[in-house]
Nanobody
Framework: QVQLVESGGGLVQSGGSLRLSCAAS????????MAWFRQAPGKEREFVSA???????YYSDSVKGRFTISRENAKNTVYLQMNNLKPEDTAVYYC?????????????????????WGRGTQVTVSS
């Protein structure tokens, strides 16, 4: 059983930056695709970014060029560096993990059925 704990959320002004962290325990971290999703009030949860076991990265169009995902296997942690934040980035951000060995442009981590989820961390961007 994998446990995921997010941290790093908060209140930031438009144009600012935050770095989210997701610490994993209870599994073989480097065997998992790690992803970030977000859910804004009244909206469905949406895919933000993912990183494969081989460090391939994937981003939604809405965050491409502003957000960077990375992982540190020695610390069982995945990060999401968020720059140039906009009010529309306001949401609860969730970390997710899936044992999936797909890697490369033919993969679609936004559609995986993730096995494990964290409880989320709130990100609020003021205008």
């Amino acid at each position: 059983q994998v446990q995921l704990v997010e941290s790093g959320g908060g209140l930031v002004q438009s144009g600012g930056s935050l770095r989210l962290s997701c610490a994993a325990s209870g599994g073989t971290f480097n065997a998992y695709v790690m992803a970030w999703f977000r859910q804004a009030p009244g909206k469905e949860r949406e895919f933000v970014s993912a990183i494969s076991w081989s460090d391939e990265t994937y981003y939604s169009d809405s965050v491409k060029g502003r957000f960077t995902i990375s992982r540190e296997n020695a610390k069982n942690t995945v990060y999401l560096q968020m720059n140039n934040l906009k009010p529309e980035d306001t949401a609860v951000y969730y970390c997710a993990a899936d044992r999936n060995y797909c890697s490369g442009s033919g993969c679609d981590p936004s559609s995986y059925e993730y096995d494990y989820w964290g409880r989320g961390t709130q990100v609020t961007v003021s205008s």
